[in-house]
Structure formats: C-alpha cells, structure tokens
C-alpha cells in the first residue's frame, strides 16, 4: 500500500473490479449511461440489470460527471458511473483528454465525500479516453495526490483495480514517484 | 406551474433521485434566476427529503438509496451552504449535537447541524455514538443554549432518558434546552422523556431552535 502526499491511501491490485470489494467501485461508461463493454456487461451480470436499467433512467450525465447508484448484487455497496464517452460511442478508444480524465476522478472521489464512504475502487480509466497505461497512471496519480481531493477525509483509501501484471507494473513504478 | 416553481420540483426530483451532479446544476440555474437560497432548501430539498423519510419509514427505501439522496443533499448545500449563512443573523448561540450512545446513525442529525447552521447558530457536532457526559461536557464547555439529541432505533430512548437525567443532576436544565429528534422518537415520546422539544425532520430544526432561543 502506497501513502500519497496528502494523505490519501493507495493500494493496487489485478482482479476483476466486478468481484471487487470496496464501499463503491467506479465503472466507465457513456454520457446515456448505456455502454456495452466486456467489463460494463461483467458488472450488470452481477448487480443486475433493474441496478442498472435504475442508473440509466437518471442519465443522462454530462461527460466528465459521475452518478452514484447502488451497487445491487455486487459486493460493493454503490457503484459509481463516470461518463468518459459519448453516447452511442462504438469503440475505443476515445480522445485523449487529460481534462475529462482528470474531472472523472475528481468527480469520482465527490461522488464519495457526498457517501461518506471509506474505499473506493477504481479501474485504469485513462485507457478508455486512449492514454497509453504510463500516461494514464500518471494522470490519474497526479490527479489523486493533489490536496484538494482528500480535503474532506473521504476515501481513506483508493484501491486501483488493474486487468493485467503490465497495468500494474507501470503504476506501481508511477505510484512510487507519487507517494511518502 | 411558474418557471420558478418549475424548476425547484425539478430539483426535488433529483434529489430524491440522488442525482448529484443533476441537483447542483439545477440549485446553480435556481440561484441564477434568481431564487433566494432559503426558499431553494425549503422547495426544492425538504419536499424530497420527507419523501425520502416517509420512505425509509414505510421500509420502502433501502439505506444505500438514502444515502445517495444525501449526497446529492450534501452537493446542493455545498454550493447553499456558504450562502444561507451569509443571509442569517450570527450570533444566536451554540448547540450541541450529536446521536446518542448506542446508536451511530448520523445522516438526519448531518442535516439538522446544517440547517442549524445556516440559522446563524454555532453548531457543535459531537458526532455518533456519544455518551451522555460528553453532551454534559461539551455543554458546559461551549455554554450550550441547545443540546439537540438524534437517535434512530428505538433502543436511542433510552440513551436520550439518560442524557437528559444526565443534565438534570449537573443543574443544567435552566440554562440549556434539550432537543429530540430522530426515528427513535415521536412527540409523544418527547414529552414522556421531558424534553424541552421535539424536531420531526431537519425542515423544522430551525424554527424549532429559534423559537427555543425566544424564549429565554
């Protein structure tokens, strides 16, 4: 586990974020809240579909924004939405968009002040707006570190929820850099 | 329905939603308009938040949908917050909060402390779970006109009976009010705990409180 700068506490790991535990999970998708993807599929076939379908008749969310909702039948309480794409986006990757990347997370960790909540769960999401993982550790690192996004104490503790040992590699090496 | 009215039963939707990023960007169009940010909270939130109550009452709510509510609640008054206590008198005194021993629920008493607040009074948040000599403690400390006690499960009366007797021995009751509030209680409890008042929900927190203050 890494300590960043301003307190904030990061742990990272390889596992499916749908089996993950953590008070709430973030998952990207798009501005209608509707995205069909390996790891959007791999999340509604554990939540459930009436979780989802309830986030979705809430959308739309401008792009950047993030929606809270409960988290049905995963292990995580909530689930958190951070809109990354537009509607109806057929592949990826997206536009690479330091700004989006850097307001999904911030908005993310809102989103957990607002709760109240202690952990949270987060994928590499920087790959789905087209950042190599290098860059995308970097972004999001940077973005985690700054004071301003642990000024309300909460999360204590981000865990970064990776899809493979090279994802991990890179941030772990980023981490580093960032942490006391 | 008026363009204003409009747009705060929009609000109060997506607060009983729990649309976060929805409830700010409809409290920035209601301040733009403009409308005052009291009249913001009293039509645009409480309606949602008594719905929500009545909900969770009914069992027809779970407590993770409650929560997203107040979040979205709590990102509203991130941007109200700083307003409503521009626009109060300062000055009307302390009070001290919290939920009693026993019981760790804090999302109405989080509500009632802010809408305290932005009544112009100093709020001191005790948090959960407090024992009744903290209540005594932090009363004599900040010289409490108000000790306002929150509770959710019914095993709370108790610990409210005994806070309350815990005020009675220290010969505070003449200096400070006690105020109840929380699922634990109703007005007929109250009276049987002898209260001074009793709070349904964080909407009459601070007309309850003033009306306290008045008195004296």
Same mark, same amino acid.
């Given at each position: 586990m890494f300590k960043l700068k301003n307190g904030l506490y990061l742990d990272m790991s390889v596992q499916p974020i749908a089996d993950f535990y953590a008070d709430a999970i973030v998952i990207p998708t798009t501005t209608d809240l509707d995205w069909e993807s390996d790891l959007a599929a791999a999340v509604r076939k554990k939540a459930g579909r009436s979780t989802f379908e309830r986030a979705r008749a809430r959308g739309p969310i401008e792009r950047g924004e993030a929606l809270a909702s409960t988290g049905g039948g &995963? &292990?995580?309480t909530f689930l958190i939405y951070v809109a990354v794409l537009p509607p109806?986006? %057929?592949?990826? %990757?997206?536009?690479?968009e330091k700004g989006l990347l850097e307001r999904v997370i911030v908005n993310s960790v809102l989103r957990c002040s607002e709760l109240g909540i202690e952990n949270l769960g987060m994928p590499n999401l920087g790959k789905y707006l087209g950042f190599s993982d290098r860059q995308s550790a970097r972004i999001m690192l940077t973005t985690l570190c700054q004071d301003s996004v642990n000024e309300a104490g909460s999360p204590r503790e981000v865990h &970064?929820? &990776?899809?493979?040992d090279e994802e991990l590699k890179v941030f772990g090496e980023v981490a580093c850099a960032c942490s006391v | 329905m008026n363009a204003d009215l409009e747009i705060l039963a929009a609000l109060a939707a997506s607060v009983e939603q729990g649309n976060a990023p929805k409830t700010k960007a409809l409290v920035q169009q209601s301040l733009a308009k403009p409308i005052g940010p009291w009249e913001i909270v009293n039509q645009g939130i409480m309606p949602a938040l008594r719905i929500i109550g009545e909900q969770l009452k009914d069992g027809t709510i779970s407590l993770p949908e409650v929560m997203i509510s107040v979040g979205a609640v709590k990102a509203a008054l991130s941007i109200l917050g700083p307003l409503l206590v521009q626009k109060s008198a300062s000055g009307r005194g302390v009070v001290v909060i919290g939920t009693v021993a026993g019981d760790v629920h804090s999302l109405g008493k989080d509500l009632v402390a802010m809408m305290l607040e932005g009544s112009g009074f100093k709020v001191i948040d005790l948090g959960v779970d407090v024992d009744s000599s903290r209540f005594v403690e932090a009363a004599i400390t900040h010289k409490a006109r108000i000790v306002a006690l929150s509770g959710l499960? @019914? @095993?709370s009366r108790m610990s409210m009976r005994e806070t309350i007797q815990a005020f009675d021995s220290a010969g505070l009751r003449g200096k400070t009010s006690i105020l109840v509030g929380g699922g634990a209680v109703d007005r007929q409890t109250a009276a049987a705990l002898a209260a001074d008042a009793y709070g349904e929900?964080?909407?009459?927190a601070s007309d309850i409180a003033l009306g306290l203050v008045k008195q004296e």
């Open positions: &995963l &292990l995580s109806y986006h %057929p592949s990826l %990757p997206g536009k690479k &970064l929820v &990776l899809e493979n | 499960l @019914t @095993t929900d964080a909407s009459v």
